[in-house]
């Protein structure tokens, strides 16, 4: 007897995924899809690909996009028909914003069974606008040809424009699965197709010039930096917060007199999105920019002043320009060093001239000084500061859209670490789902080793995907070790940096603005099978934070202040 033309379709398409190189594929199960999952969950028997269930699509999304950010490679994401597909929106749109390629392979009905009251049933194709790369409203399955044809053709498409999402719905009729054999499978390594550089413009060492790095700048940002002996503005989650010219506390330094105001060329790289000196210093009279373009975001050009976009960007080797540019690099370098030390100076982390010193007096003070700093509260810098510091190159650090960012970006001092952060809408939603996607493929990079994957967000990032816990860095998965780091300030204060704080009737942005909430982190914690650590003082941070026993860990930290 014919095997089910679903399941036909649904182990060709997958097993053609395979041969170019797909590892991945995140699913959840539903009836209407049910030929995609089992035909995933014969490729997972057969060692082809990695298979991720999840309970919640929009979970799932961001799971995939997790993978495949830290892999560079696509990701396949498997639905049902119905609102399981409209979940995977927030997952797709940041995926779009950010250049991350994920195949979203949703299930749905034939055209005889649409816009009839079928169960189930709503519009599919096209749902998510222009958010895709491609899209194709695919009709019933029949044949394996053109199912291998239609996933090349959708690998293809999901490395346009430097990567981003395609959507492949697919149509099954009844009978929706049956037993089909796995043909012959040589697992491939996926190759993205090469940008094509249309314009590369060629730079000169000269003062006055500084390189921005933003999300997704890279390390290229550091290297050209430096071969252009220019300061380097770097983002946290720039991919480029290290080196010799790094210029860590660049906000205070852009609004200070003979730093921001001898700019006279900005380049950048990646996405910038945590300070506001940056697009202000850009849009500053007489400032020229050259923005080197990022494959899959959108140019960046604040205020619409930026005249010069540029695909790569090369330096003319310029002994001469590189010796003038000494004093101007030396500069902002030493300020940023200065400002840093100032600050861990007066937060209590720069104690050893006291510990050191000859007089038993001052040392006797130091001592009392640091029981007591260990006995007080944590307080959002030290949090920040204490995560980055106990982070190292084997680790991942995922950060959510929170002010402990933009915390850790004011303190951090350089490290070549990986630092992930989903910034392309920076929004709150999936998290910690993404945070799980990083950490399974880092920890199968790194056979399963050493490496920790911290997650540093706020208490509302956390609650808005809690349900992601379920499963995150689990045994199933074998995601490694997790610490989610919570830093709890009762919800909200994010608005309080902005104008309508000072504007807006207090009782008002109380009730419109702030969101209080009173959850029982403990019991959060043991519901999804996380150990739990509170970090109620100083004291407590470094060793809830350095513990390597358990392999998921929810940390509560309540802010001071």
């Not at 700019?263 to 050259?290: K, N, Y």
């Amino acid at each position: 007897m014919r095997a089910a033309p679903a399941s036909e379709y649904a182990v060709a398409l997958l097993a053609e995924l395979v041969r170019a190189g797909v590892r991945d594929v995140v699913l959840c199960p539903g009836s209407r899809s049910q030929a995609l999952a089992l035909a995933a969950a014969q490729l997972e028997r057969a060692g082809l690909v990695q298979l991720h269930v999840r309970l919640d699509e929009r979970s799932a999304g961001f799971v995939a996009l997790g993978i495949a950010a830290e892999t560079h490679t696509p990701v396949a994401v498997v639905t049902t028909s119905g609102t399981a597909v409209a979940e995977l929106h927030p997952a797709v749109l940041e995926a779009s914003h950010s250049g991350i390629p994920l195949l979203l392979l949703t299930a749905d009905r034939p055209e005889e069974l649409r816009g009839v009251g079928a169960n189930q049933a709503t519009v599919q194709d096209g749902i998510f606008g222009t958010a895709v790369r491609r899209a194709w409203d695919v009709e019933p399955a029949s044949g394996a040809d053109g199912a291998a044809a239609l996933a090349r053709e959708a690998l293809a498409a999901a490395a346009l424009r430097g990567g981003g999402p395609v959507h492949l719905n697919l149509q099954f009729r009844d009978p929706l699965s049956g037993e089909v054999p796995l043909p012959a499978i040589e697992p491939g390594t996926w190759t993205a197709p090469g940008a094509i550089a249309a314009e590369t413009v060629e730079l000169r060492p000269g003062p006055g010039v500084v390189v921005v790095a933003g999300t997704g700048a890279g390390e290229r940002a550091e290297e050209v930096a430096r071969d252009l002996g220019a300061p380097l503005l770097a983002e946290v989650a720039s991919g480029a917060r290290f080196g010799p010219n790094l210029v860590a506390a660049y906000r205070e330094l852009i609004d200070a007199g003979n730093f921001g105001d001898r700019v006279e060329r900005v380049v950048v790289f990646g996405h910038p999105t945590l300070s506001r000196e940056v697009p202000a210093l850009i849009q500053r009279p007489g400032v020229e920019t050259l923005v080197v373009r990022t494959p899959g975001r959108e140019d960046y050009n604040p205020g619409g002043v930026v005249r010069r976009f540029a695909d790569a960007v090369t330096v003319v080797a310029d002994e001469a320009g590189l010796g003038a540019t000494r004093s101007w690099v030396g500069r902002w370098v030493s300020a940023s060093r200065r400002l840093l030390d100032e600050a861990a100076a007066s937060a209590g982390d720069d104690p050893m001239g006291a510990m050191l010193a000859d007089d038993a007096v001052t040392r006797a003070r130091w001592a009392r000084e640091q029981v007591a700093q260990l006995r007080e509260p944590v307080g959002r810098r030290l949090l920040a500061r204490a995560v980055w510091d106990a982070s190292w190159p084997h680790d991942r650090l995922v950060v959510g859209a929170s002010r402990l960012i933009r915390e850790l970006d004011r303190t951090a001092s350089g490290k070549r670490i990986r630092v992930h952060a989903n910034r392309g809408l920076a929004g709150i939603d999936g998290t910690i789902a993404t945070a799980s996607g990083i950490a399974l493929a880092a920890a199968r990079a790194d056979g399963g080793g050493r490496g920790t994957t911290r997650v540093l967000l706020g208490d509302l990032a956390l609650l808005h995907d809690a349900g992601s816990l379920l499963g995150a860095g689990g045994a199933e998965d074998d995601g490694g070790r997790m610490q989610v780091i919570v830093g709890d300030d009762g919800g909200g204060t994010m608005f309080d940096l902005l104008e309508v704080a000072g504007t807006a009737d207090p009782e008002l942005f109380a009730r419109v603005m702030r969101t209080p909430q009173s959850v029982d982190h403990a019991a959060l914690a043991a519901a999804y099978g996380w150990e739990f650590r509170r970090v109620e003082s100083r004291g407590d941070l470094v060793p809830a934070l350095t513990d390597a026993g358990a392999a998921r860990t929810l940390i509560h930290v309540p802010l001071a202040g």
